[in-house]
């Protein structure tokens, strides 16, 4: 898609919606000290267990729209709608809602782990699903320990952060998100704090995410990655989603020019 961002959500179509974002606007600052839009009228539908990468220039918006659709960030205008357990679509962005049941229900890692420093590996996953979702310690830890299993920490969970990799402190950060069973995974740039070499198991465990029907809404600068796990790939411009296509269309043929040496650019900085 191209042009017409404003009247039709890029989407991916093809399966029941998860979550549909319609004509979200988004600033910052007072009239008073001047004002930014920072989101333009974006409208973007994600089906269930569908995968989709935002690329795009630094202080695009990527982010801003992660944070909007955790409810971080209050949008001005517009709607974001999530998809009940009926698959009804609900209005997860009216004035006053409470966002934390909706908070519940998504999962969102950021490029800085945030893990507790104080507590252990289990401890930081077993602290949402026990006290958050009240389920028996012993329980939580079991399922702590067999996310931890499946990507290749088991022999972490008694170990503090500080004394893990960045890339095993990223995937600890995840498999905290996941204990919580959410339905639908924000990840904002989750690999660019990482070495090269580290960003290679976080790309895995995303994998193995995709693979395990994962509804995902990422924000990344690794081309090559967007290119290969996503379902649409949306490119942001100053707020507006300028161009949202398969990866297979935008990676090679892309509408807009500026798509075009966005992608150009990345590649001669080496993001492939
Ligand atoms: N809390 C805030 N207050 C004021 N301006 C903000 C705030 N958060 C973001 N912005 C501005 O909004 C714009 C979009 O920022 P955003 O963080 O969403 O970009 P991004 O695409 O995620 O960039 P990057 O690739 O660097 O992470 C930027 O101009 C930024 O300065
Ligand atoms: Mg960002």
Redesign the pocket.
């Known amino acids: 898609m191209s042009g017409d961002a404003a009247t039709t959500a890029a989407t991916t179509a093809h399966r029941a919606t998860k979550i549909d974002i319609r004509n979200v606007r988004k600033s910052?600052?007072s009239k008073a000290s001047g004002s930014?839009l920072?989101l333009d009228d974006v409208s973007l539908r994600v089906g269930e267990h569908e995968v989709v990468c935002?690329i795009?220039?630094?202080?695009?918006?990527?982010?801003?729209?992660?944070?909007c659709i955790n409810l971080l960030?209050p949008i001005d205008d517009g709607a974001i709608l999530l998809a009940d357990a009926n698959g009804l679509m609900v209005d997860i962005s009216e004035p006053g809602l409470d966002p934390d049941p909706v908070r519940r229900r998504i999962g969102m890692v950021f490029?800085s782990y945030n893990l507790f420093p104080h507590m252990s590996v289990l401890h930081n996953i077993t602290l949402g699903p026990t006290k958050v979702l009240r389920q028996p310690k012993a329980a939580a830890s079991e399922r702590a320990r067999e996310l931890l299993e499946r990507f290749g920490l088991a022999d972490k969970a008694d170990a503090y952060p500080d004394q893990l990799s960045g890339g095993q402190q990223q995937r600890v950060a995840i498999v905290r998100a996941l204990a919580m069973q959410p339905e639908l995974m924000l990840l904002?740039?989750v690999t660019?704090a990482l070495d090269p070499v580290l960003v290679g198991e976080v790309l895995n465990v995303i994998r193995d995410m995709r693979g395990q029907g994962m509804t995902m809404i990422l924000?990344t600068?690794e081309m090559g990655f967007a290119r290969e796990i996503s379902d649409l790939v949306c490119f942001?411009k100053d707020?507006v989603i300028l161009e949202a296509a398969p990866p297979a269309k935008l990676f090679t043929a892309p509408d807009h020019p500026e798509t075009a040496q966005f992608l150009q650019r990345a590649i001669a900085s080496g993001r492939r």
């Open positions: 910052f600052g930014k920072v935002l795009g220039a630094s202080g695009s918006g990527k982010s801003t729209l992660l944070r960030e490029q904002d740039e660019a924000a600068h942001l707020g």
